[in-house]
């Protein structure tokens, strides 16, 4: 049985950008081992998931985990300016949304590592 090795994100930058041409958002994160690449990472309508343009094309990938925890903090920003009452509304709806997705191909292990905003 094969392990995944996650790599630790050493200082990651992580940029938001829009695609002029189809309004689709996406995101930058310069690479660690290498300061003048940047690698792109989009979202998957399809899988389901963010995807990233290095290399390494790993599961676990660090430029996605790095764009998640940007995502997360942005989340519970907008969350808690809305009020404290929408914290627990977020909580329910993921909540409803991990029943949904148990039945497509994520786990509820990943989902929560994908969306949660905690």
């Known amino acids: ?27 930058v994160v310069q690479s660690d081992s290498h300061p003048n690449t940047w690698y792109t990472v989009r979202w998957n309508n399809e899988r389901l998931k963010w995807e990233d343009d290095c290399p390494a094309s790993c599961p676990q990938c660090k430029h996605v985990r790095a764009v998640n925890q940007v995502l997360a903090v942005r989340r519970a920003t907008i969350a808690l300016s809305m009020g404290p009452e ?29 969306f949660s905003i905690y």
Do not use: C, P, W
Not at 2 to 14: M, P, R, Y
Not at 86 to 110: G, H, I
């Open 1 to 27: 049985m094969a392990s995944s090795i996650k790599t630790e994100i050493q200082n990651a930058s992580v940029a938001r950008g829009t695609d002029k041409v189809t309004h689709e958002t996406f995101y």
């Open 86 to 114: 929408t914290v627990a509304v977020v909580a329910k709806l993921q909540r409803d949304e991990d029943t949904r997705q148990a039945a497509r191909r994520m786990t509820r292990e990943e989902y929560v590592s994908e």
